[in-house]
T-cell receptor, first 112, second 113 residues
Framework: GQQVMQIPQYQHVQEGEDFTTYCNSS?????IQWYKQRPGGHPVFLIQ?????EVKKQKRLTFQFGEAKKNSSLHITATQTTDVGTYFC????????????FGKGTHLIIQP | IAGITQAPTSQILAAGRRMTLRCTQD?????MYWYRQDLGLGLRLIHY???????GKGEVPDGYSVSRANTDDFPLTLASAVPSQTSVYFC????????????FGPGTRLTVL
């Protein structure tokens, strides 16, 4: 079945440094979604990418979808303490019937 | 109710007991999902439902069953709980299966002893 791999598992940064998490799928995706989960909370949708090579920005967050639609990245510029949490990518291979396949997430830890 | 709710918030259960986790959404979403979240393993899909009256198996369905009698409710039942089912369970919904963002409930923390 479809597998979605996400690296790194953990990332420690100093406040103000940049952060990037990478996601790779074993199959071509129809779309990819990104979620954020704060400690003790539930996953919250951030964005969906659909087109090959697509780049979307949300303030300090930049999301990219690879040309082959098998990989994606999330980059945060100048991290803040509010960015703490786990970031998940989730891929959909197009069948739709069985929902999303989530990566294992990247835990972002920020040291002030 | 606003969004998606789950009950109970947490539960400690003896092994061998039957348990039903409840999930209700008021957004009239067609698709609903159950995930379990374990440290280091991320979110794994247990069961899903594309629309009322239909259900399907996800990645880790063994030991769990679901029903979807109406649009709003999607209960998850553990027929005979085992310690390996200790986890945080999230219910989620989306307008349609796969193509839309998923809205997650607050989760149920289940401990099986």
């Amino acid at each position: 079945g479809q597998q979605v791999m996400q690296i790194p598992q953990y990332q420690h940064v100093q406040e103000g440094e940049d952060f990037t998490t990478y996601c790779n799928s074993s199959t071509t995706l129809s779309n990819i979604q990104w979620y954020k989960q704060r400690p003790g909370g539930h996953p919250v949708f951030l964005i969906q990418l659909v087109k090959s090579g697509e780049v979307k920005k949300q303030k300090r967050l930049t999301f990219q979808f690879g040309e082959a639609k098998k990989n994606s990245s999330l980059h945060i510029t100048a991290t803040q303490t509010t960015d703490v949490g786990t970031y998940f990518c989730a891929g959909n291979s197009g069948g739709g019937a069985d929902g999303l396949t989530f990566g294992k997430g990247t835990h972002l830890i920020i040291q002030p | 109710i606003a969004g998606i709710t789950q009950a109970p918030t947490s539960q400690i259960l003896a092994a061998g007991r039957r348990m039903t986790l409840r999930c209700t959404q008021d957004m009239r979403h067609n698709a609903m999902y159950w995930y379990r979240q374990d440290l280091g393993l991320g979110l794994r899909l247990i069961h899903y439902s594309n629309t009322a009256g239909t259900t399907g198996k996800g990645e880790v369905p063994d030991g769990y069953s679901v029903s979807r009698a109406n649009t709003d409710d999607f209960p998850l039942t553990l027929a005979s709980a085992v310690p390996s089912q200790t986890s945080v369970y999230f219910c989620a919904s989306s307008v349609i299966a796969g193509a839309n963002e998923q809205f997650f409930g607050p989760g149920t923390r289940l401990t099986v002893l």
